[in-house]
């Protein structure tokens, strides 16, 4: 089993491959005399290293080198024709690639498409091995056509916008404030996946539009219950003094509307699922609960900062009567207030938890008795 070292470059080392240890040793002598600073003396040496170290290990090993000039096609031919001549005259089983640059390793492809490669030996100063290292991501960053665009074209946009905005704006505070705010909101907008969803979104809108799905109205109508809440939230909210009370205000007047709207979505959801596959995810059908038991648990505690800030009055319960049995009027406390929405909360999760094991259960059921 014979292993080949070949040292690869595009710099025209050689206009010819050079084979064998005598006539690789002469050429890097010739290549430090004339240049000692020349990298590819580096890679060369590397590869008569690697190839004692296999002769030490009692490995059949052949050392080789191949170049190729001129412009990136001509370069890349001239390669593959020296490798060729190196693999007729030493016929070997695999390679070790040794290179000397990020360019240089661009060539392991056209070994590995004649030979088995064991390994890539990259070679590098040193003394420079930060500046190429840089190089090197950087080399492959620019490469990167989608890198570029989403980096680069922000940069690029932000660069050329703030000194327009210091003309424009009264102090280099706002220029700064506007510029970094705009950076965060397109931080966010790619964090976040949101051009993926912009462009997903059509193609799935036109999709329930053909196939029917509930789920569209149903989504439509969220959306209006959202604004409606989000709306009644803020007027009262908007007269407030204390920032901590006025979105608890909100809070604790939109969270109905919101988890109506929240209702109306899954309802569509459990509609499609129903209609599509006959059978409803677990997720699906808890999902009605797990919104109403979070709304009150919500608006429990808005409304105890609400009750402790004097902006809501305490819970006033009506007089009851079922038969013989009759309740006063009375009122409830604030923890006592609070306490019960948790307990509502809780018994929400509970009675999901259950129906859920139910529904599944008997799906289960069905499934083992069905032929």
């Given at each position: ?10 710099a025209g ?10 006539a ?5 002598t ?13 890679s ?6 690697v ?7 009692n ?9 190729g000039?001129?412009?990136a ?6 390669v593959a024709?020296?490798?060729?001549t ?11 690639v040794v ?7 661009r ?17 590098v ?18 490469a ?17 916008a ?22 965060g ?8 996946g949101?051009?993926?969803?912009a ?8 999709e329930a ?11 439509v ?12 939230g803020a007027?009262p ?6 920032p ?20 109306a ?9 129903l ?19 979070v ?15 004097d902006v ?7 007089a ?8 006063a ?23 999901g ?19």
């Amino acid at each position: 089993m014979t292993t080949l070292v070949v040292c690869v470059d595009r710099a025209g080392l050689t206009d010819e491959p050079v084979i064998g240890w005598e006539a690789v040793r002469a050429l890097v002598t010739d290549i430090g005399i004339e240049d000692p600073g020349d990298s590819r003396v580096n890679s060369t040496l590397e590869a008569l290293k690697v190839t004692r170290d296999l002769r030490d290990e009692n490995e059949d090993a052949e050392v080789a080198v191949v170049s190729g000039g001129g412009d990136a096609v001509s370069a890349d031919r001239a390669v593959a024709a020296g490798l060729d001549t190196i693999i007729e005259r030493v016929n070997p089983d695999s390679a070790v690639v040794v290179v000397a640059s990020a360019e240089a390793e661009r060539l392991v492809h056209i070994v590995e498409s004649r030979l088995r490669v064991d390994a890539v030996d990259r070679v590098v100063v040193r003394q420079s091995h930060d500046i190429e290292s840089t190089y090197y991501v950087l080399k492959q960053f620019l490469a990167d056509e989608e890198l570029r665009s989403t980096v680069l074209v922000p940069l690029g946009a932000t660069l050329l916008a703030f000194p327009i905005l210091l003309l424009l704006a009264e102090s280099v505070t706002l220029a700064v404030a506007i510029v970094v705010a705009a950076l965060g909101v397109f931080l966010l907008y790619k964090g976040l996946g949101v051009d993926e969803l912009a462009n997903d979104l059509p193609g799935q809108i036109r999709e329930a539009f053909y196939s029917g799905q509930v789920s569209l109205v149903t989504y439509v109508v969220a959306a209006g219950l959202t604004l409606i809440g989000a709306f009644v939230g803020a007027i009262p909210a908007t007269g407030m003094d204390d920032p901590f009370l006025a979105v608890m205000e909100f809070v604790y007047t939109a969270v109905p509307w919101l988890a109506t709207a929240a209702l109306a979505a899954s309802a569509g959801r459990l509609a499609d699922e129903l209609l599509e596959d006959e059978s409803v995810r677990s997720a699906l059908l808890n999902l009605p609960f797990g919104v109403v038991a979070v709304g009150l648990v919500v608006r429990g505690f808005a409304g105890y900062f609400l009750e402790r800030g004097d902006v809501l009055g305490p819970a006033r319960v009506p007089a009851l009567s079922f038969g013989p049995i009759s309740v006063a009027p009375f009122e409830l406390a604030t923890l006592e207030r609070l306490a019960l929405f948790v307990a509502a909360s809780l018994a929400v999760s509970v009675c999901g938890i259950l129906v859920v094991s139910y529904i599944t259960d008997r799906e289960e059921v069905g499934e083992l008795s069905s032929p």
